[in-house]
């Protein structure tokens, strides 16, 4: 298997080549990393030992340079950050070369232009996988599990949590690209309510739960995500009479804070160009990123140690037999060895998995989501492998 990751040499894309240059995985022939980034490259080949990586440098405004990369390739990975303008570009371009294509998501804006080409890409006899990350891409799978649990749904809704245990950092270290996050707290975003898909606004939902240590009780909101766009229409799912998908997210109280206090302060409409007194323009994302890697780089050695969790949660509310039931699927990841040097072991380590089941198969043309491709229990299998705690549950309701 020959992957292609374009923008591969970001934390996240160098943490999908690490597992899957790793002992975890099999089949992978050869890893071409496509970045922009020449620094980041040369330190990426610096990084892995493996004969099998390979860098190339690539000016995605050149249609022809990628194409010949996609010639060269099985599969390509999509690492380029969601807002930074290629998505429908690398999405068309592995079209038209045939060339399986994956992405890490597509903020619910990108996840349906994509989805709406489906017909086209099966007429093609191409395949595309969207969101293959931890969420979207895990999220959706544990959907699926609980789905697959219930003969009739009600709900299902859906909630990620990270916390940091240990000192506060006063350095701002964003979770993912600050686009994204600025995006999940300043934009609306589309939840599946009675039936519908249903606009509210951002930071809206809010919903406490109580989870296990290191979380306890524990504040959700809704965020702009794939999952309700995705989830509640897939087959198997659709037709067991599915009323309520949402999606919910929690980042560590300082963090928190700080990302509202950005869109306070109008960074959340990010893309969108100011005038300064000189009379030039630049995108506010632009001075943020800016100042947060020059702030990280300077102050590096002010930046804690932290112990990171992540729980990814599903609860589906319908019946089995007649009879109300809620079921559960949960997966943990707590401090690992395996997992030091990540910036998201989940999301890095899912694209892994996912391309590696995706492609150890026949390949059913179309675009799909992952709730439509993957079988929940051999991928929980490989996220076991790699140290993450799986846990499902189906318990009876009262009755109403």
């Not at 492609?359 to 992952?370: D, T, Y």
Request: glycine share 8%.
């Amino acid at each position: 298997m020959k992957i292609l990751i374009l923008g591969g040499a970001g934390l996240m894309g160098a943490g999908t080549v690490r597992d899957l240059l790793s002992e975890l995985s099999q089949g992978v022939e050869r890893v071409v990393v496509a970045d922009g980034f020449v620094d980041r490259l040369e330190a990426l080949a610096a990084r892995f030992d493996d004969p099998r990586l390979a860098t190339a440098g690539l000016d995605l405004d050149d249609p022809a340079a990628l194409a010949a990369l996609l010639r060269e390739a099985d599969v390509c990975i999509n690492a380029v950050a969601t807002f930074a303008g290629y998505q429908m570009d690398i999405f068309e371009a592995c079209l038209a070369a045939g060339t399986p294509y994956v992405d890490y998501g597509g903020m619910g804006v990108y996840t349906v232009k994509q989805k709406a080409e489906h017909a086209r890409w099966r007429e093609a006899g191409a395949t595309a996988v969207l969101g293959l990350g931890a969420d979207p891409g895990l999220s959706n799978i544990i959907c699926r599990a609980v789905a697959d649990r219930l003969e009739t749904i009600e709900a299902i809704n859906l909630y990620w949590a990270a916390a940091a245990v240990g000192p506060e950092s006063p350095v701002l270290v964003p979770p993912y690209a600050a686009s994204t996050v600025l995006s999940e707290y300043a934009n609306p975003s589309q939840q599946f309510l009675d039936g519908a898909l249903v606009e509210v606004p951002p930071q809206s939902g809010q919903e406490e739960l109580d989870l296990p240590p290191p979380w306890g009780r524990t504040l959700f909101m809704h965020t702009q995500h794939s999952e309700p766009l995705t989830v509640p229409f897939a087959e198997g799912i659709a037709e067991k009479g599915i009323r309520e998908m949402t999606w919910k997210l929690h980042l560590p109280e300082a963090e928190h804070a700080a990302w509202v206090g950005l869109v306070k302060a109008g960074f959340g409409d990010f893309d969108r160009p100011v005038q300064l007194r000189d009379g030039r323009e630049v995108k506010p994302i632009d001075v943020l990123q800016a100042v947060i890697d020059r702030n990280m780089a300077e102050n590096a050695d002010k930046i804690p140690a932290q112990e990171a969790h992540e729980i990814h949660l599903a609860i589906g509310r319908g019946t089995v037999g007649g009879r109300a039931r809620e079921a559960r699927c949960q997966v943990m990841s707590h401090p690992h060895p395996l997992y030091e040097g990540y910036l998201d072991a989940g999301t890095s380590m899912c694209m892994s998995i996912g391309v590696q089941r995706l492609m150890s198969g026949p390949l059913e043309p179309g675009v799909w989501a992952p709730e439509e491709v993957f079988d929940p229990a051999a991928f929980f299998a490989e996220l076991e492998r790699r140290h993450f705690q799986v846990e499902q549950d189906l318990v009876p309701l009262p009755a109403s």
